[in-house]
């Protein structure tokens, strides 16, 4: 059984860092796009950032230049550095990635919460 595991969540004042990883288990033949997401309380999920397998990667406007999306093949695991975070950054944090194994898949994590208070 395939499945994603994020962990790295936590509770960290304005200003602070945060690393969050996410590994991929199971049979995996390849993985391609990986990508967080964030859903904060009352709101819709959003897109936080992807990252392809050849390491192109994308942000959405509001984490340009305080997040960083990467992520190491031979582990299957994507990594969110989260630096001069806000409150408005709290969230369950979610990884979702695209992987081939004896099918197409498309998993979603069960989220790690992300608390920004002081």
């Known amino acids: 059984q395939v499945q994603l595991v994020e962990s790295g969540g936590g509770l960290v004042q304005p200003g602070g860092s945060l690393r969050l990883s996410c590994a991929a288990s199971?049979?995996?033949?390849?993985?391609?796009?990986m990508a967080w997401y964030r859903q904060a309380p009352g709101k819709e999920r959003e897109l936080v950032a992807t990252i392809t397998n050849d390491g192109s990667t994308n942000y959405a406007d509001s984490e340009k230049g305080r997040f960083t999306i990467s992520r190491d093949n031979a582990k299957n695991t994507v990594y969110l550095q989260m630096n001069s975070l806000k409150p408005e950054d709290t969230a369950v944090y979610y990884c979702n990635a695209h992987i081939l194994t004896s099918r197409y898949l498309e998993l979603w994590g069960r989220g790690t919460l992300v608390t920004v208070s002081s």
């Open positions: 199971g049979s995996i033949f390849r993985i391609n796009s």
